[in-house]
């Protein structure tokens, strides 16, 4: 089983659904978790931590089960800018050393 | 602050050659990566530092070496360039005390053919 697993997608949505990623983490040890939005051709931007509690950024909306070891985003009202690739990062027991990235989710939003 | 800076931004070597990928980042981090990001795949971790003068392996070192003589710079050094070293290279950084957040340099390109 691999440490962080997505779907690579793509997931191909029309503007203003709501669209939801999972990511499953392999390290029950695990203490930190992410979402990054990378866009094409360019490096990686943290888009959201993810927090025991779950927590919102306007659109975003980000929650932890940590007793089946997911995370997951929640996008709403999606917008064209919100094309991108969604990484999801996990910090392991190790410390930062231990730095995960998952292959990341494609979406493309549609007019 | 300028963040975190990479040059060069593109590269094509030939096989066997050498290289020095240069990151600086002027946030007075204390950790500083470098990651390498193949088309469908996530980033992978080749080297860290945790601080000036103190580096570690991550999870494909093989035909990289690293150096951390400062705070802010970071260099990749590639001996012998093999074509599985094309890749895109990210060097990343980040304080290590309040927050968690990678800051990246916006990647170079390497082609070795």
């Known amino acids: 089983r691999k440490e962080v697993e997505q779907d690579p997608g793509p997931f191909n949505v029309p503007e203003g659904a709501t669209v939801a990623f999972n990511c499953t983490y392999s390290?029950?040890?695990?203490?930190?978790f992410f979402w990054y939005r990378q866009d094409c051709r360019k490096e990686p931007k943290l888009l959201m931590s993810?927090?025991?509690s779950g927590n919102e950024d306007g659109r975003f909306t980000a929650q932890l089960n940590r007793a089946s070891q997911y995370i997951s985003l929640l996008i709403r009202d999606s917008k064209l800018s919100d094309s991108a690739t969604y990484l999801c990062v996990v910090n392991g027991a190790g410390g930062y050393q231990k730095v995960t990235f998952g292959i990341g989710t494609k979406l493309q939003v549609i007019p | 602050n300028a963040g975190v800076t990479q040059t060069p931004k593109f590269r094509i070597l030939k096989i066997g050659q050498s290289m020095t990928l240069q990151c600086t980042q002027d946030m007075n981090h204390n950790y500083m990566y470098w990651y390498r990001q193949d088309p469908g795949m996530g980033l992978k971790l080749i080297y860290y530092s945790v601080g000036a003068g103190i580096t570690d392996k991550g999870e494909v070192p093989n035909g990289y070496n690293v150096s951390r003589s400062t705070t802010e710079d970071f260099p990749l050094r590639l001996e012998l360039a093999a074509p599985s070293q094309t890749s895109v290279y990210f060097c990343a950084s980040t304080s290590g005390t309040r927050s968690y957040e990678q800051y990246f340099g916006p990647g170079t390109r390497l082609t070795v053919t």
């Open positions: 390290n029950s040890a695990s203490q930190s």
């Open positions: 993810v927090y025991s």
